[in-house]
Structures are given as structure tokens and as C-alpha cells.
């Protein structure tokens, strides 16, 4: 089903007591905390565009495995449209929300368990694909908001998880029951994670078989005993607790946190991967594709505001029409839409799984990804070259309201007399917290992977041997084009069907 955003909050809200920490301080309703408020509206908005008649298309899909209409954040890809709707909706909605959407990566796990638990059950017997949907069901007739937690905190980076120091780096059973299994562990940056209500765990790295205990997957609910959630610091962020809108900017915010799992006990019908590693580094790899599709979406959305918030400032300080700014502005379209372009591609080369799910191109979607990893620096870079030094030195909003400076700021901080004052200092304030800010910066550079991750897959994905032969017939040493040679088999490879 559907569910309305008023609902969304009220779940939110009435749960029992789930462990969460702003600042040093404990949270009792995240619905109303200052810090955590505009992510709750980033999620509203999800489930608002479900009905908004504008929106709908992209935002409501129909899922056979209820057969229903679900929200397109709970559905499975079952085509390739359902692929490039994805990338359309979180540009879409990028707009609206001014900051990272916050509930992609529950729907790209869900996705990826979908594939990968079809191919274990395939290979082993098992039968976690079935566990899974009963899961998938119970979340799409609820339209529960879902977190994916998979980055670990990792401790010493050139040691596997069973070789660390600290046992506990990586997440993994301490204990196995008759009715579940206990985890401990910690994952380290989870977008959005206190405003959802159930966290879908995934291992982050190959394993190998030393490593089994690390390799589980599992969802949880966010109030489930053990569970401690730490919220991570932004720049800007107290920005969030000052009552006026001008500088508190509400909404274009968001968070992401440290989840500590305490000894979590987890029922094996939540366990979607139980030791087995060799699929540890498929499902990383499947669901790191589906979230790097993602971001040329979402990343293109905050782009499109970036743009439009340094257009704005030309045409107030009346230098919109000059070469050199309309000159920056098309380089930021080009960049835009490049990062754009390739998630669409991505999806357009999807393929049909053995589950029946459909799964992004690996290549282009990592190439989606590499491009969000320096565009948006130089997108940032020429928004803030046109909005001139006032980014970093403008007064705050208070200034503006006291009684005294008022009619003084209004007078020299205003450039054409067409505008106000006050709406250069919205725009300059919207620009900064945009340009400069978590989502716009560091995530794209380090989130669904940092860009060597991106690389060491489109080395892998590449066939470096068919080329080489493509330039031994054209340098006449071979008498022949090769037949397509097939690039390093990947251990999903054989899942493809179509
Ligand atoms: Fe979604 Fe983008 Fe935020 Fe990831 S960074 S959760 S893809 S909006
Ligand atoms: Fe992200």
C-alpha cells in the first residue's frame, strides 16, 4: 500500500524506544529535534510524491509480488523503464527536498538481496530468496522507510576482516541459536538511517572463507535492543537550531550516522546471507552499481538548484548576459548533464536477473559515478566563481532583521534595484549550503564507493584484451578481428538472462 507522509511521521514517532544521539544528547522523538527535521521532511517527501499527480508516474510503481501499487523507493525494478525512472525520479526530487533524498540505499539493498539471494539459493539449495520476499512483502504493504547500512568502520584497511586486530571492524555473528543469530560490529556513514524504520544490513568487501562469519546480510528494526545510533557532524550544522528560514534554510539538510550493533539478535527469517562469502563480493558489487546509477539522479537534481541559484545572482548583480558568465553557466549544463546522462545510459543497458529483477549496467553506472566524483567540485567551483566573495562574508540573517542595520542592509547590499536585498541573501545562503555542503561535496566524492572503487571495476569491466586485438588487425599483425572475447568472468555473469 501507500502511505500517506503524515503516516510515514506517525510511525516515526510511536515506535518504542530506538538508541539514537545528536550532539552528545539522546534523542526521545526524531520528528521533532531540530537536527533531525529536515531529514524526516526528506523521507515526507518520498512518500508525498506517491500523491502528487505531477510525480506519480515516477513515484508509484506496481509490484507483483503483492500486487499492489507500491512507492517506487519499495519497488524492484521489473524493466528497464522501471531503471531510468529511478534516475528521473531522484532528479525530481532533489528539487524538492534541497538536499540527499535519504531513502535510496534501503531500495538499492533491496534490489541487490533480490538478485543475490535468487543466485545462492541457486547455487546452494538454500532458500534465502524466500525469506526475502516474505520481507519484501511485509515492506511493501507497509511502505516502511528502509535504511542500508553496508561501508563498515573497517580498522586497519590492508588487513581482511578475520585478520584485524579489533575482531569487531567488520560486522559478524558472535552467536548462532535456534532461532537467530547475534551480530556485533559498527557501520560507519548510513544516509538517513534514524528517520527510517528498519536498517537492511550488507557485507562491505570480498571475503574469503576465513572470513564467513563476516559475510551475513540481514534487516533489522531501527528499535531493536543493542542497536546504538550515533549522528554524524556537517558543516553548517547548527545552522539547523536558528528559528528564522533564511539562515536555518529548513530542509536542506540531512544526516548520516555510525550504527553500533551491541549483540543484535536477529531472527533467521531477517537473514538474507548466512556465511556465505563467495557472494559477499557479488552482492557488494551488485548493490554498489545500483547506488552509483543512483547518484547521477540525485547529484544532477542539487546541480540543476546550484545552477539556478548562480544564474539568479548574475541577473542581480546584471552581469547574466556578459560571455564570460553565460560561458560558466553552459559548463555547468555540460557537467550537469553528462553525470546525467550516463545513469540514464546505465539503466537503458540494464539486464534481466535469474531472479527476474533488473540490474543496472555495472560499466556505465561506475562511469555515472566516477563523473559525480569531480563534477560536482567543478560545478561548486563556478557557481561560487560567479556568486563573488559575498558566498563566504555575507551578514546573517539576523542582521537583516535587526530594527537598526534593516534599511542599511537594504541599501548597500542590494545590487539591481529589481531585486531586494533580502533575496540576494536567500540565494547566497541557499548557494553556500548547497555548493559547500555534506551532500553535495564529500558524498558525491565518497559515497556508494570513493572513486578508486569505481576505477578497479571499469578495469575489471573493461576487455583490455579484445582491444589489444582490435589494434594488432588494424596494425596488420593479425590477420583477423577477433571474435567478441569476454572480459574476466564475473561471478554474476552467469545470473544474466537477458
Ligand atoms: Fe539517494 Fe543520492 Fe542521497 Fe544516495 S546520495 S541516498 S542516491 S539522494
Ligand atoms: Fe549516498
Not at 99 to 104: E, I, L
Not at 237 to 251: A, M, Q, T, W, Y
Not at 271 to 276: H, Q, R, T
Given at each position: 500500500g501507500l502511505r500517506k507522509p503524515e503516516e510515514y511521521i506517525q510511525a516515526i514517532r510511536h515506535r518504542k524506544k530506538a538508541e539514537i544521539y545528536v550532539l552528545g544528547e539522546q534523542v526521545e522523538d526524531v520528528t521533532k529535534h531540530p537536527f533531525l527535521k529536515p531529514t524526516v521532511r526528506a523521507y515526507a517527501v518520498t512518500y508525498e510524491a506517491a500523491w502528487d499527480p505531477a510525480l506519480r508516474k515516477l513515484a508509484v510503481a506496481y509490484s507483483p509480488y503483492i500486487n499492489e501499487e507500491v512507492n517506487r523507493f519499495n519497488h524492484i525494478h521489473q524493466s528497464r523503464e522501471d531503471l531510468e525512472a529511478k534516475v528521473k525520479l531522484l532528479r525530481a526530487l532533489s528539487h524538492k527536498v534541497g538536499?540527499?533524498?535519504?531513502?535510496?540505499v534501503g531500495w538499492d539493498a533491496i534490489n541487490a538481496l533480490h538478485i543475490v539471494t535468487h543466485m545462492i539459493d541457486k547455487k546452494k539449495g538454500s532458500d534465502y530468496h524466500k525469506r526475502f520476499i516474505e520481507f519484501l512483502k511485509y515492506v511493501q504493504k507497509n511502505d516502511i522507510a528502509l535504511a542500508g547500512a553496508m561501508t563498515d568502520v573497517k580498522g586497519v584497511r590492508s588487513l581482511r576482516p578475520h585478520q584485524q586486530p579489533n575482531p569487531d571492524a567488520y560486522v559478524r555473528v558472535v552467536e548462532v541459536r535456534d532461532d537467530g543469530i547475534v551480530v556485533r560490529g559498527a557501520k560507519m556513514s548510513i544516509t538517513g538511517v534514524v528517520t527510517s524504520e528498519e536498517i537492511i544490513v550488507m557485507p562491505t568487501r570480498a571475503m574469503t572463507e576465513k572470513d564467513e562469519a563476516y559475510a551475513i546480510s540481514f534487516a533489522v528494526p531501527l528499535?531493536?535492543?543493542?542497536i546504538k545510533i550515533i549522528v554524524g557532524r556537517q558543516v553548517n550544522?547548527?545552522?539547523?537550531?536558528?528559528?528564522?528560514?533564511?539562515?536555518?534554510?529548513?530542509?536542506a539538510f540531512n544526516h548520516e550516522a555510525m550504527i553500533i550493533f551491541d549483540d543484535v539478535f536477529v531472527p533467521w527469517e531477517r537473514?538474507?546471507?548466512?556465511?556465505?562469502w563467495e557472494f559477499a563480493y557479488p552482492l557488494v558489487e551488485i548493490f554498489s552499481s545500483y547506488h552509483r546509477h543512483a547518484y547521477g539522479g540525485c547529484k544532477s537534481g542539487l546541480a540543476d538548484i546550484i545552477i539556478g541559484a548562480a544564474y539568479n545572482l548574475a541577473k542581480q548583480m546584471g552581469i547574466a548576459d556578459k560571455h564570460h558568465i553565460r560561458e560558466k553557466l553552459v559548463e555547468m549544463v555540460f557537467l550537469t548533464e553528462a553525470m546525467y546522462a550516463a545513469s540514464i545510459a546505465a539503466s537503458w543497458r540494464g539486464r534481466k536477473m535469474g531472479s527476474g529483477c533488473y540490474w543496472v549496467d555495472p560499466m556505465f553506472s561506475n562511469v555515472a559515478k566516477q563523473l559525480v566524483t569531480r563534477f560536482p567540485y567543478e560545478i561548486a567551483r563556478l557557481s561560487h566563481d560567479i556568486a563573488g566573495g559575498v558566498l563566504g562574508t555575507a551578514p546573517s540573517a539576523k542582521d537583516f532583521m535587526h530594527p537598526k542595520l534593516k534599511p542599511l542592509l537594504e541599501k548597500y547590499f542590494q545590487?539591481?534595484?529589481?531585486?531586494?536585498a533580502e533575496h540576494r541573501l536567500r540565494m547566497v545562503r541557499l548557494l553556500e549550503n548547497i555548493s559547500l555542503g555534506v551532500m553535495f561535496l564529500i558524498e558525491s566524492l565518497h559515497g556508494a564507493g570513493s572513486p578508486a572503487a569505481q576505477r578497479i571495476m571499469m578495469g575489471r569491466l573493461y576487455d583490455f584484451e579484445k582491444a589489444e586485438k582490435i589494434a594488432k588487425y588494424l596494425a596488420r599483425i593479425e590477420k583477423e578481428l577477433p571474435e567478441e572475447i569476454r572480459g574476466k568472468p564475473e561471478p554474476w555473469r552467469s545470473d544474466i538472462e537477458e
Open positions: 538536499a540527499c533524498v535519504q531513502r535510496c528499535d531493536t535492543e543493542g550544522d547548527c545552522r539547523r537550531f536558528e528559528e528564522n528560514e533564511i539562515d536555518s534554510l529548513p530542509g537473514v538474507f546471507m548466512f556465511k556465505e545590487c539591481l534595484p529589481d531585486y531586494p
